[in-house]
């Protein structure tokens, strides 16, 4: 007996079921005998050798102390024994067959649907691109997503109403693993006619920590980065719920926000909006796809995932 043969019967040890039943391969391969009466045709049938086929009828035999076949120059047949076996054996694998059908039933109602919950830079400017690819490769799977705060789709994920979650907050939040799918920069803008948009040397931190800002409302990973970069911020000038919204104000001249720059390029380009340089503060964050411990994304979900490293 082979080293790890033996370490695998001592770890399930002689009062198993697996330690005292064939596996379902020797199962299935006694079956075919017994439906073609030649091992050498049973063996093709299962797709492999004879010798290897015999090989496994002989240590069925051993495992179960009995005779199972007969061996003759125009065939094989079954004992008595074997008779009696292969009928015990034909039960075992149509319950596998029932086993396996209800297992791909289970898959297939988890790859019809999937649930997405993600913060709102990324669902607003990220998302829609992914969600599109993942269309191409699974055109029959009900896409849903549930935009909020980073704080929101912890929550979601952890009442089992997500499959998957993106937030762009500093940390990871209690009771969900996740992997950096990306990187984001945060950026000062205000209306071209803001006196700020005339500076001529960057905005210090401390300046930009004491003014009050159009923000978003508490719980979302911007203002979670803002605040750990700048050690605190005054009070806000409005604060908003969508990064949507936020931006408008800025354009209207209501005051100066900081948005994520994946949020304010065609902004900027327009010179609807401005950016302000900052020195003395890091406004950079990881953006990253989330999930509970230990359960890792499958079908769907692991798809998405492997979309936005691509």
């Given at each position: 007996m082979s080293e790890a043969r033996g370490a695998a019967q001592e770890r399930r040890g002689p009062g198993s079921l697996a330690y005292r039943v064939p596996d379902l391969g020797a199962l299935e391969l006694l079956l075919a005998v017994a439906r073609l009466g030649s091992l050498g045709a049973a063996a093709r049938e299962v797709g492999i050798t004879q010798?290897?086929?015999?090989?496994?009828i002989r240590s069925m035999e051993r495992q179960l102390g009995v005779a199972l076949v007969d061996r003759s120059p125009r065939g094989s047949r079954l004992t008595d024994a074997g008779a009696l076996v292969t009928d015990w054996a034909r039960r075992v694998v149509e319950a596998a067959e029932a086993f396996d059908a209800g297992?791909?039933?289970?898959?297939?109602?988890?790859?019809?649907?999937?649930?997405?919950?993600?913060?709102?830079?990324?669902?607003?400017?990220?998302?829609p691109g992914w969600l599109l690819a993942l269309r191409a490769e699974r055109p029959d799977t009900a896409v849903s997503l549930l935009a909020g705060n980073s704080a929101a789709v912890a929550e979601r994920l952890l009442a089992d109403e997500a499959d998957l979650g993106f937030v762009e907050g500093l940390t990871v939040p209690a009771g969900l693993d996740s992997a950096v799918i990306g990187h984001d920069r945060l950026i000062v803008?205000?209306?071209?006619?803001?006196?700020?948009?005339r500076r001529r040397r960057p905005l210090a931190a401390a300046e930009l920590a004491a003014t009050p800002l159009i923000l978003r409302e508490r719980g979302s990973g911007?203002?979670?980065?803002?605040?750990a970069a700048l050690g605190g911020l005054a009070r806000p000038l409005i604060e908003l719920s969508s990064t949507t919204a936020v931006k408008a104000s800025a354009v209207s001249g209501a005051g100066p926000a900081v948005l994520s720059e994946l949020a304010v390029g065609e902004e900027l380009s327009m010179r609807r909006l401005v950016?302000?340089?900052?020195?003395?503060?890091?406004?950079?964050?990881?953006?990253?796809?989330?999930?509970?411990?230990?359960?890792?994304?499958?079908?769907?979900?692991?798809?998405?995932?492997s979309l936005t490293r691509g």
């Open positions: 010798p290897a086929a015999s090989s496994r297992a791909q039933a289970l898959r297939d109602r988890r790859d019809s649907r999937l649930r997405v919950a993600a913060s709102m830079t990324i669902a607003e400017y990220l998302l803008v205000t209306a071209p006619a803001h006196p700020w948009a911007t203002r979670q980065v803002l605040d950016s302000i340089p900052v020195e003395g503060a890091t406004l950079t964050r990881d953006l990253r796809a989330v999930w509970p411990t230990g359960h890792r994304p499958a079908g769907p979900a692991r798809e998405l995932l």
